[in-house]
């Protein structure tokens, strides 16, 4: 189980590094919640729905220029799993080049089609 968890934790890794939304969306489950930038969401559709927004005010979606991750603490918990990794990425935005450094906690609830999926996640950022 825990080899199917860190499976679809590098799908969701991969499909962050290469911009791919679509598919990082597809890493959740619809009941999932989010804290993100200080901003609560309780479902993934509210989730999609205010980073839509966020897309909308964008000339270019940004993709990230790179995307290091380290898994800190993978806990397997039955039919859960709390996965805490590390994130440095940076990108281009109209300033220049900023990195980002945050810590993430991705709790994955096997579904009923035997997939796991994101059902939380919390992402906050951490001192370089």
């Known amino acids: 189980m825990e080899s199917e968890v860190r499976e679809a934790y590098e799908r969701l890794v991969a499909a962050f590094r290469e911009g791919r939304w679509n598919d990082k969306f597809a890493s959740f489950a619809e009941e999932a919640t989010v804290v993100d930038g200080g901003a609560w969401f309780g ?10 927004r966020w897309a ?26 709390v996965l805490t990794h590390s994130i440095d990425s940076s990108e281009r935005t109209d300033a220049g080049e900023e990195t980002t450094h945050e810590v993430e906690t991705i709790v994955f609830g096997k579904q009923l089609d035997g997939r796991w999926l994101i059902v939380h996640q919390h992402l906050s950022p951490r001192n370089a």
């Open 43 to 52: 479902s993934l559709s509210e989730y999609r729905a205010a980073w839509n």
């Open 56 to 81: 909308a005010e964008q000339d270019v979606l940004p993709v990230p220029l790179s995307v290091d991750t380290r898994i800190m603490k993978l806990q397997m918990l039955g039919q859960a799993a």
